[in-house]
C-alpha cells in the first residue's frame, strides 16, 4: 500500500468500493461484494477495510472550524443559537457503522488468522472513531455489533442505550485495535500508534464532560481521565514520536505547509497529491473575498503570551493597542498562524499586510498557506493532519491537571515540549496556581480547584497550538462553557474612522470611512462604517464588532446535545428526543 493510500481512498477505494451505500438496511453495504464469494483472503480484507478510511474528517473539517476561535462571514445555526429539530439527517445516519458490522460478522472466512486480527482491528477502531462522533453529538445512543437487516425489528426499534454502555464498548474496541494493529509508525495509515492516540483524545472528552456536566449524573469521570492519561504515557514513553523541531525557527508552521508530512510528529495525515488529481483549499480559503473571510477572534489574539511569558492582558493599555503594537514581542506562534508585521508569502519576498476584504477581523490566518501556485480554488497539497503528537501531549497534561495528579515534571514531559518548540518560557505549576489569570477566568468559570490556575493556562496552550485542526468546538462543549458562542466576536482595534497603516510599512491598508468613499492611497482597501465594517462605537471607535446586528444565544439547558431527526422519531418510538428539544 503505497503512502498516498488516504488520499487515493478519498477519491476511489477499489473496484470493489465503487458505490458505497450509506442506506441503513441496504443488504450489502459495497457494491460487489457477496459473503459467499468475498472475505477469503488477507488483500480482500484489506480492500473492504479500505473503505473505512472515508470517515476521516474532510479538509474543511479540518482547517476550516469556526465558533470562537475563526470567525467567517457567515454563522452557522449552531453559533447563532437557530438550530431547529431536522426532519432527517443531522448526523443521525447508520450507514458506515453497518459497513464495519457487516466486515465484522464475515471476516473470520479468511483462513489468514494473522490478517483478521489487524483488519478485525481496523474495523473496531472505526467503530469507535463513529459511536465517538454520535457520543459527541447525541449523547445516548443504541449500541449495535451487527449488521442490521429488514428482519431485525426488536433491533431496529430497540431504545437508546446509555452514553456509559457505549463508551465502554468504544473504550473495549479501541484496546482491542491497540493490541492488534501493527506498531509500525505509518503516516497514511492506521496504527497501534493512531489507536493509542483516539483512546487518549476520547477518554479526556469523555472524563471532563462527565466532570463539568453533573446535571447528567454520569459515572466514572475519573477512570476516564485515567484511561487517556495512560494511552497518552504509551505513545510517549515508546519515543516513536517527538516534538517537531527545525533551526528556521518556523517549526510550527512547517508542520502545516510541508509539502510532505512531518513524521516526527504527525501520527496520521490526510495526503493531497497534484498527479492523481487530489486537492484542497486552503489557500483559496484564506485569499478569496467569496471563500468566507476567515479571521481569528480578539479573544484568541488576546491569549496569546508575551514573548517572555507574561500575560498581555495584563497590560494597562492592551484594550486599544493597534495591531502593529500588539504583535510585538509575542509567543512566536501568534506569527505562524496569522499575518504580522514583516509577513510574506512562502517563496516570495514581499511584505504583505493582513487584509480586510478576505479576513472579516483583520487577523488573517495563514496556518495552512503555501506558495501562490495553490492559490486556487481546489489546488492545494500539503497533507493535513489527523492525529499528531502535540495534541497526545495536551491530552496528557490536562487529564493529570483534571485528576489533581499532575506534578512539574509531568508539565516539562509535556506542555513545555511545546513551548520549547515554540521559543516560549515554560509553563510553572506554582506560578500558575499561585496567580490564576483573570482574563481566562472570565471565560472559563468552571474551573475551580487547587489546580485552577494551572488548567486555565492548559485550556490557554491547547487553544493555541490546535487551532484550525478541529477541536474547539468539542472542547467548549466538553468543558460546559458553550456561552462563549452567545458572546460577541471581536477582530482589531481602532480609534474610529480614518486611514490605517496596519504593518507600519509606510503604506495605507485600511481605509474607515462614512457617508461617500474618498479617493485614497491605491492598494488599501475601502470599508464603509456602518454596512461593511462595524466598530463597537461607531465612529468613536472600538474593536471590530462582527456581526453586530445578529443576535446570538446559547441554551444551557438544551444546546450541548444535538436534536433527534422527527422521522426517526416516528419509525421507532422507543428512542427519546433531547432535553428541551
Not at 488520499?7 to 442506506?23: E, G, L, V, Y
Not at 428482519?151 to 454502555?165: A, F, H, I, Q, T
Request: hydrophobic share 35%; aromatic share 12%.
Amino acid at each position: 500500500m503505497n503512502r498516498f493510500i488516504i488520499s487515493i481512498i478519498f477519491i476511489s477505494i477499489t473496484a470493489i468500493a465503487s458505490s458505497c451505500q450509506d442506506d441503513f438496511l441496504e443488504r450489502y453495504p459495497l457494491a460487489n461484494v457477496s459473503p459467499e464469494t468475498f472475505f477469503t483472503t488477507a488483500e480482500e480484507l484489506r480492500l473492504y477495510t479500505n473503505s473505512f478510511y472515508t470517515a476521516l474528517p474532510s479538509y474543511n473539517a479540518i482547517y476550516g472550524e469556526t465558533f470562537d476561535n475563526v470567525v467567517q462571514n457567515t454563522l452557522n445555526d449552531e453559533t447563532r443559537g437557530s438550530r431547529v429539530v431536522p426532519a432527517s439527517g443531522g448526523g443521525w445516519s447508520w450507514g458506515q457503522l453497518r459497513n464495519i458490522n457487516f466486515f465484522l460478522e464475515h471476516s473470520h472466512k479468511c483462513e489468514d488468522l494473522e490478517a483478521v486480527r489487524r483488519y478485525n482491528a481496523l474495523a473496531r477502531f472505526f467503530r469507535a472513531y463513529f459511536y465517538y462522533d454520535k457520543v459527541r453529538r447525541f449523547g445516548d445512543v443504541p449500541w449495535y455489533n451487527t449488521a442490521l437487516n429488514t428482519g431485525d425489528e426488536d433491533l431496529l426499534m430497540k431504545p437508546r442505550d446509555s452514553r456509559v454502555m457505549v463508551i465502554d464498548s468504544v473504550m473495549a474496541d479501541l484496546d482491542y485495535a491497540i493490541e492488534n494493529l501493527p506498531e509500525t509508525k505509518m503516516v497514511d495509515q492506521i496504527s497501534k500508534w493512531t489507536a493509542l492516540a483516539l483512546k487518549s483524545r476520547i477518554a479526556l472528552f469523555e472524563g471532563t464532560f462527565r466532570k463539568y456536566h453533573t446535571e447528567f449524573s454520569l459515572p466514572n469521570a475519573e477512570d476516564l481521565l485515567d484511561q487517556s492519561i495512560f494511552a497518552s504515557e504509551r505513545i510517549m514513553e515508546e519515543n516513536v514520536y517527538n516534538v517537531y523541531t527545525s533551526g528556521s525557527g518556523e517549526a510550527y508552521n512547517e508542520l502545516f505547509t510541508s509539502p510532505t508530512p512531518k513524521t516526527e510528529e504527525i501520527i496520521l495525515a490526510i495526503h493531497y497529491n497534484a498527479e492523481l488529481n487530489i486537492y484542497h483549499s486552503a489557500n483559496w480559503y484564506t485569499l478569496v473575498a467569496s471563500a468566507g473571510r476567515p479571521g481569528l477572534e480578539k479573544k484568541l489574539i488576546d491569549s496569546f503570551l508575551m514573548s517572555d511569558g507574561s500575560r498581555f492582558t495584563d497590560l494597562p493599555d492592551h484594550e486599544t493597542m493597534s495591531f502593529y503594537e500588539e504583535t510585538q514581542n509575542r509567543d512566536p506562534r501568534l506569527s505562524q498562524i496569522i499575518r504580522t508585521p514583516g509577513y510574506t508569502r512562502k517563496g516570495q519576498s514581499t511584505v504583505l499586510a493582513p487584509n480586510f476584504s478576505v479576513s472579516i477581523t483583520g487577523y488573517q490566518p495563514i496556518k495552512y498557506v503555501t506558495e501562490p501556485e495553490h492559490d486556487a480554488n481546489l489546488r492545494s497539497t500539503n497533507p493535513l493532519p489527523v492525529f499528531r503528537f502535540g495534541e497526545v501531549l495536551l491530552n496528557y497534561a490536562e487529564a493529570k491537571a483534571e485528576r489533581g495528579k499532575i506534578s512539574q515534571e509531568d508539565l516539562d514531559l509535556s506542555i513545555n515540549r511545546l513551548r520549547e518548540r515554540a521559543g516560549m518560557p515554560n509553563l510553572s505549576i506554582m506560578n500558575a496556581n499561585a496567580d490564576p489569570d483573570v482574563f481566562l477566568s472570565e471565560q472559563y468559570p468552571n474551573v475551580t480547584g487547587a489546580n485552577r490556575g494551572l488548567i486555565l493556562e492548559i485550556r490557554r496552550e491547547r487553544r493555541i497550538e490546535l487551532i484550525m485542526e478541529g477541536f474547539r468546538r468539542d472542547d467548549l462543549m466538553r468543558w460546559k462553557e458553550g456561552h462563549l458562542l452567545a458572546e460577541p466576536f471581536m477582530g482589531m482595534y481602532f480609534p474610529g474612522i480614518g486611514e490605517y497603516d496596519l504593518d507600519q510599512s509606510g503604506s495605507i491598508d485600511l481605509v474607515i470611512y462614512e457617508d461617500t468613499m474618498p479617493t485614497g492611497p491605491s492598494g488599501a482597501v475601502f470599508m464603509r462604517l456602518g454596512s461593511e465594517i462595524d466598530l463597537e462605537n461607531g465612529d468613536a471607535g472600538g474593536y471590530v464588532w462582527v456581526h453586530k446586528s445578529i443576535p446570538k444565544t446559547f441554551n444551557e439547558d438544551r444546546d450541548y446535545l444535538y436534536p433527534l431527526p422527527t422521522e426517526d422519531l416516528q419509525l421507532n418510538p422507543n428512542l427519546v428526543q433531547n432535553p428541551n428539544w
